[in-house]
């Protein structure tokens, strides 16, 4: 047999025994988590879990949530865990204007996840958004797409040190987080639905939630819109 078969060979069968080593750790991290969030009902614990296992599974820098909003055309870190991090909506978030890094816009429209594996490689065509992540200390960088009802953003893992280029977990992990972002700002909304409802003390008051919500009482009709500015955007 060709020496150049074998070596073939010998790659694929290390090849085989990593997809089942990353396979094994997957499935340990998925556990894990279901075990550690089972009676937890605070979503952002839920959020900064999820983040947790999708930081340990990619041996990554910084797991965190960048929510994008499209009014302003800025992306905002709101949750985030790190080593040496608090969660980042205990803080004051980041604001980046999107077109510092004009290929999160065009992945979150194409829903694609991002990968660079190599900040570098950004320098010639990119260069904003090299000069963004480089200042920011990141040499490599795995974000999976988001959008779902009043949510659209990203999953970002900063300086993965494995798994880089497979986005898989990340795409899983979304799905709880986003259902997370969305109960938290429908109870905001609630709230806020609430407060401006008991400053009129209507007789009767409907809240509707199938859709966007609508306040309906006898003083007029409020929506989404009017509890968005009480926050402040």
């Known amino acids: 047999m060709p020496l150049g078969t074998v070596q073939r060979m010998g790659e694929a069968g290390d090849h085989e025994v990593l997809m089942i080593e990353a396979l094994k750790e997957f499935r340990n991290v998925l556990n894990e988590l279901e075990s550690s969030l089972r009676d937890v009902e605070d979503s952002e614990a839920i959020i900064k879990g999820a983040l947790d296992a999708a930081r340990g599974f990619y041996q990554a820098d910084r797991a965190y949530v960048l929510e994008i909003d499209t009014e302003l055309h800025v992306e905002v870190n709101t949750y985030e ?116 409802v008991s400053k009129q003390q209507p007789k009767e008051v409907y809240i509707n939630l199938f859709g966007r919500m609508t306040v309906i009482s006898a003083n007029g009709v409020l929506n989404d819109d009017d509890f968005t500015a009480e926050q402040g955007g």
Not at 174 to 192: A, C, F, G
């Open 81 to 196: 865990c790190g080593e040496e991090t608090e969660p980042a909506a205990e803080t004051s978030p980041q604001r980046i204007p999107l077109e510092l890094i004009p290929r999160l816009e065009q992945a979150l429209k194409q829903n694609q996840p991002l990968i660079i594996r190599d900040v570098e490689d950004t320098r010639q065509n990119y260069l904003s958004e090299y000069k963004e992540l480089k200042q920011q200390g990141i040499e490599a960088l795995l974000a999976t797409p988001f959008s779902k009802r009043i949510n659209a953003g990203f999953i970002v893992i900063d300086n993965p040190k494995k798994y880089g280029e497979n986005p898989g977990l990340l795409l899983l992990l979304s799905y709880v987080i986003v259902l997370e972002l969305n109960e938290i700002k429908q109870q905001r909304s609630l709230y806020m639905a609430e407060k401006r």
